[in-house]
């Protein structure tokens, strides 16, 4: 059986220099290398590129700055400098015209994209957690946030565990300070991603912090809450979670849709519907009565979309199993339906099972998965015809003076689109209310109000 190996990712050393904000700053630059699929280097030698966070405040501390980016030259070769000595790029060049990039403070974006030009990420399907498309740079506009590493979990098919180890909670406090600071930098809205969102602080036994006067305990529901209160009437920032597996206390962030703090939209990767095939995965909280919960979330928040992926042809499914999955989506009615063919990767416990499905079997029931999805989104998008809904503006196009965005429904990267014309004047971040004219299987088409 051929078994799919996974490529390394590429490693970044870190040298970190000045001042406590300084810090922040390499903490968010490792931020967002980390979910765009880098690993840290604790040496030189292990590093595909050292990145060096400069202090420029006196003389003695360039000095010092000069010295460390001498030093990651002689001991690497490949360096980046950021920081606040980025100002003096032409100090910095003059003596070390090798250096590959220099950036100034708070240019993260510009950081980031040196690192990802001198060691390009691996895009890797079976651990990112951001889609592939979602590698490239995320515009100011829209950020994800990670809350945790790892997973308790052990699912069948899945190597995460074996590769970033159990779960591993961010503190409220740091997340929110994070968020904070995106939302201050522009961001619109707020991505907030792990491997099991549900499980957040799970392993800090949802202990608090102290957060503006109060507290905020490390769990979902109060994180989330949080998050919820960063945007004002003038600024308004959207909340999406992903990854939220379906346990009893995720009924308790809906209420928090219902309130506006957080967008009406969850993704929960269900995988399968069937229990032989559920209990086989090994999957998390597959006892819970889905499609019952499901009614009664729509009950509170009408417009909830709830997005979801699926494996087809996991070892042992039957035509029965498969079957069960198909009346499962037609009665779930979900709004975005990702399916996959399972692919035995190297490590993974469904890779050594009996009963695998063959290929061919595997891609029909793929693309009966889609079709079938495909139908579901059409009708359910034709029905937003002739609403109004909010649209945050993702790309102007000057030339058409056409725009795109996406509403309230539609991650970036993996969900549709709301395509957009007579939008001249409009910015990427811009929230605005739309028209819907027309809809096709995953898009839908309108006109700013
Ligand atoms: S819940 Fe399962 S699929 Fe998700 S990361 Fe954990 S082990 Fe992997």
Redesign the pocket.
Known sequence: MKTTTLPRSPRVGLVSLGCPKALVDSERIMTKLRSDGYDMSPDYAGADVVLVNTCGFLDSAKEESLEAIGEAIAENGRVVVTGCMGREAEVIRERFPQVLAVTGPQQYEAVVAAVHDAAPPVPNAYLDLVPEAGLKLTPRHYSYLKISEG?N???A??I??SIRGDLASRRPDAILREAEKLVAAGTRELLVIS??TSAYGLDLKHAAWPWKGGEVRAHMTDLVRELGKLGTADHPVWVRLHYV?PYPHVDRVIPLMAEGLLLPYLDI?FQHASPNVLKAMK??ANEAKVLQRLKDWRAIVPDIAVRSSFVVGFPGETDADFDYLLDWLQEAQLDRVGAFKFEPVEGAEATYMPNQVPDEVKQDRFERVMALSARISAEKLAAKVGSTLDVLIDAVDPDTGGASGRSKADAPEIDGEVHLRDAGGLQPGDIVRVEIEDADEHDLYGVPV
């Open positions: 997973c979990h052990r699912c098919f899945c995460i565990p491997q099991d597996y990767p999957r998390p």
